[in-house]
């Protein structure tokens, strides 16, 4: 079994993802959805947190050997990055949605040097929007992001572009079409729930309206 395939198991296994193409789920987007991903559940699993953090470990070694901080993207990714960043030795901050109103009113928690190089955590990426919003908020630090990581990505065609325009690579453990061919094949969905959920990926937004 891959890696990606490894993964998506836990992932499906611990319940962090969900597939319901009987009973949607509604994001806080408004957006109606036969998948519900919840990530931060992984770290309530020792096993699972611990596969996930070494996959990161792998994946970063691999893609971003020049590394020097590891940044997690607040507040799905900060428990998974700190344990990268333990697990490689190497100093951890965090990425802030937006700073905070009080105190020093930091958006970046932790010290990032000028011209350190940076790899970013994330736990799911979407469009890609809140994500790529921590990589400009390094950016505009002066550090050098050499790209993210993420534990699974829905592979929208506009995360795609988000990430090619923000000029940021992205690698990730798995991702939604993974996922779904495990599911099959061990059972959890049938074919005919497999084709709602591909069809769902082409137009998310659209989508039971």
């Known amino acids: 079994m891959s890696t990606s395939q490894s993964i998506a198991q836990y992932l499906l296994q611990s319940k962090a993802v969900k597939l319901e193409p009987s009973k949607p789920f509604t994001w806080a987007s408004g957006w109606k959805s036969p998948i519900y991903c919840d990530n931060r559940i992984t770290l309530s699993y020792p096993d699972v947190r611990s596969a996930i953090r070494d996959a990161f470990v792998e994946t970063i070694k691999l893609h971003y050997s020049e590394v020097e901080v590891i940044a997690g993207v607040a507040t799905g990714a900060i428990a998974q990055g700190a344990l990268v960043a333990e697990a490689m030795n190497l100093p951890f901050i965090y990425v802030r949605s937006a700073p ?15 011209g350190q190089k940076v790899v970013v955590v994330e736990d799911l990426v979407s469009t890609g929007g809140s994500s790529l919003q921590a990589v400009d908020a390094l950016r505009k630090a002066d550090a050098e992001v050499l790209g993210m990581v993420a534990i699974f990505t829905y592979g929208f065609a506009p995360a795609e572009e988000n990430f090619k325009a923000g000029n940021c690579k992205l690698v990730t453990l798995t991702n939604y079409m ?12 049938k074919a005919d729930q497999l084709e709602i959920l591909k069809e769902w990926r082409k137009s998310p937004d659209k989508w039971m309206q």
């Open 100 to 114: 905070k109103k009080h105190g020093m009113e930091n958006l970046i928690e932790g010290i990032v040097k000028p």
């Open 178 to 189: 993974e996922l779904l061919d495990l599911a099959l094949h061990t059972g959890y969905i």
